[in-house]
């Protein structure tokens, strides 16, 4: 269960990331609103699963799932270019939050 409530605030984390960009340096209010909210709920469902996995491995899956999710939103969403250096270092951390999943406690 902890595993899936990491996921959950993986995917907060994405939203949280997000949202920075419309927000345009917190000069509109909803964006600005979404990173506030965002950032607070996928904070607080990360610190739920600490009793559970050991931080490390927590936060190491929490970023690196934030991380591939807002490299490929952003190339969906906002037009970013991909290339071969980043698509191997997106593979690398695709990796890395495999081997720490199969790694990890529970």
């Keep these: 269960m902890a595993w899936l409530v990491l996921i959950a605030a993986a ?8 949202s920075l960009k419309p927000s345009d340096g917190f000069s509109r209010f909803w964006p ?5 909210v965002f950032g607070v709920i996928s904070v607080v469902l ?9 931080v490390g491995t927590a936060y190491a899956v929490w970023t690196g799932l934030g991380s591939l999710g807002v490299v490929t939103l952003g190339v969906l969403l ?13 593979a690398l951390i695709l990796i890395g939050v495999i081997g720490l ?3 990890g406690s529970e």
Excluded: H, M, N, Y
Aim: hydrophobic letters at 55%; charged letters at 20%; one cysteine or more.
């Design 11 to 18: 995917v907060f984390e994405i939203a949280f990331a997000l």
């Design 32 to 36: 600005t609103a979404g990173v506030l």
């Design 46 to 54: 990360l610190s739920k699963t600490l009793d559970r996995l050991p």
């Design 78 to 90: 906002f037009g970013e270019q991909l290339s071969f250096p980043r698509l191997a270092c997106i």
């Design 101 to 103: 999943r199969l790694t």
